[in-house]
């Protein structure tokens, strides 16, 4: 009996202990997020208080044209160290936005804040948030002195980072960005396309054309495959002929694929025309949609016979090209479907002229 109560009292106290740890953990953690939630809106307010004194400032700066980055006179409060990210972010902001001489004059603000020299430890020490925006910054900067440290985060196994230094370096200097730029893109499988056409584009035709048509017809069928399709970032002209020259030594049907993706000339007729005959349907369906894009009226008798092709894409494809071409009128497109005799032809015909008046 003594026993069965000296029991219940150790589970009475260790029911009161658990019950007062329990309660005292459910304090703590209360507290902790009245504190957290505190620090937060404190730094809402902080941010608040900083755009509303220096988003004006770094607008009027940009926008006034008669303002230059070696004006020794520029009047900007002091920055404290406390804001430098706030700063960084709005300023980068600004220069993604802005373009010329707006870029100028934000510099000059930086420079005189001193931002130029703050962002370095950044870019050595910070968090991986930290290391994108002092790249941005060192970038719009135009930091030739980080050239060499922006290169080697270039291969950084982080996507983020790499791409954001490929950023930087067309930033400091295109014509000598590219060609470092153009050999990463066929090895890294995680470079998004649309993100490495958004950088070609940035740097300009005049500094990509001649490397993207040099590693082209230079480079490996699985390299030209990867590389043809950025064509469109470049000049007309070059494209056109990369275009051109590939169709006619091409015996890899991928490369042959996506140069018919791109092609938009005149230039690449002969070929394209030719390859309404290729023995793999995919590309007989991309031949097809080319001949809608800048075939002649001389083109429509090969779009008519690949109407009748066994594959239901070539057929389709076929189809929107005829009812696409800007000289046939709608008379005409009627007697071709008349004259099919082939019945899904002439059913495909019927598809995509519906769709077309719909």
Request: charged residues 25%; glycine residues 4%; aromatic residues 6%.
């Amino acid at each position: 009996m003594l026993d069965f109560v000296a029991g219940s009292d150790r589970a009475i106290i260790f029911a009161i202990y658990s019950s007062l740890i329990a309660g005292s953990m459910t304090v703590l953690l209360f507290l902790w997020v009245v504190i957290l939630r505190s620090r937060l809106l404190v730094q809402q307010r902080r941010h608040k208080a900083f755009l509303d004194q220096w988003r004006p400032l770094l607008t009027q700066v940009a926008l006034t044209e008669d303002q230059t980055g070696d004006d020794q006179d520029l009047v900007v409060p002091e920055l404290p160290k406390s804001s430098l990210m706030y700063f960084l972010n709005e300023w980068n902001v600004l220069h993604d936005v802005l373009r010329g001489s707006a870029g100028v004059r934000l510099n000059a603000v930086a420079r005189r804040l001193g931002v130029d020299t703050a962002v370095w430890k950044l870019l050595n020490h910070g968090r991986l948030s930290d290391k994108l925006i002092a790249i941005a910054t060192l970038g719009h900067l135009v930091e030739n002195s980080a050239w060499d440290r922006i290169e080697e985060l270039l291969h950084s196994h982080h996507t983020l980072i790499s791409l954001m230094a490929a950023k930087a370096l067309i930033n400091i200097d295109a014509d000598r960005a590219v060609p470092l730029i153009l050999p990463m893109v066929t090895r890294r499988e995680d470079w998004a396309a649309a993100r490495v056409s958004s950088l070609l584009r940035e740097a300009g035709p005049a500094a990509t054309s001649r490397p993207l048509q040099q590693a082209i017809l230079e480079g490996t069928p699985e390299e030209a495959a990867k590389l043809i399709g950025f064509l469109p970032t470049v000049h007309r002209s070059i494209a056109a002929k990369v275009v051109h020259e590939v169709l006619q030594q091409s015996v890899d049907d991928r490369v042959t694929s996506v140069c018919l993706r791109v092609a938009d000339s005149p230039l690449e007729l002969p070929q394209v025309r030719h390859l309404v005959n290729h023995p793999r349907w995919h590309i007989r369906m991309r031949a097809a949609s080319v001949l809608g894009r800048i075939g002649y009226r001389q083109d429509k008798r090969l779009l008519e016979r690949l109407l009748c092709d066994p594959e239901w894409w070539v057929r389709y494809r076929a189809a929107q090209a005829l009812t696409g071409l800007p000289f046939i009128e709608q008379k005409e497109l009627d007697r071709i479907r008349q004259r099919l005799d082939d019945r899904y032809a002439r059913d495909m015909m019927d598809q995509v002229m519906a769709e077309r008046a719909a």
